[in-house]
């Protein structure tokens, strides 16, 4: 992950996450490391490492999602953050009960 002042490190990753994404989703997140490819101004190819969050929650979320992509943006000086949504149905599949409890 970059930014104009350079590579984000995993620390101050740490950081936003603790800092904003847990707040904004105390239920928990997933993230995935990820490698993100696209054609700069200039039609160059690029690509760089990324990190993608996965929140299941609620439409009405949708301000939550944005606050935190917005202050990334902004403390990690980004030109753009993606963000994509859909609906979804989940379900856990639990560890079963095995003292008749």
């Given amino acids: 992950m970059s930014s104009k002042n ?5 620390e101050a990753w740490q950081r936003f996450c603790d800092k904003h994404v847990m707040a904004a989703f105390p239920g ?3 993230v ?16 760089e490492h990324t990190k993608v969050i996965l929140v299941v929650a609620p439409a009405d979320a949708r301000e939550k999602v944005m606050s935190v992509a ?3 943006r902004k403390e990690f000086d980004q030109n753009a953050v993606l963000i994509s949504s859909s609906e979804t149905k989940m379900n ?6 095995t003292d008749g409890k």
């Fill in 6 to 10: 350079g590579e984000v490190s995993e």
């Fill in 28 to 30: 928990g997140y997933t």
């Fill in 32 to 47: 995935f490391d990820a490698t993100g490819y696209w054609r700069s101004g200039t039609d160059t190819a690029e690509k």
């Fill in 70 to 72: 917005r202050q990334y």
């Fill in 92 to 97: 856990f599949v639990q560890k079963e009960n």
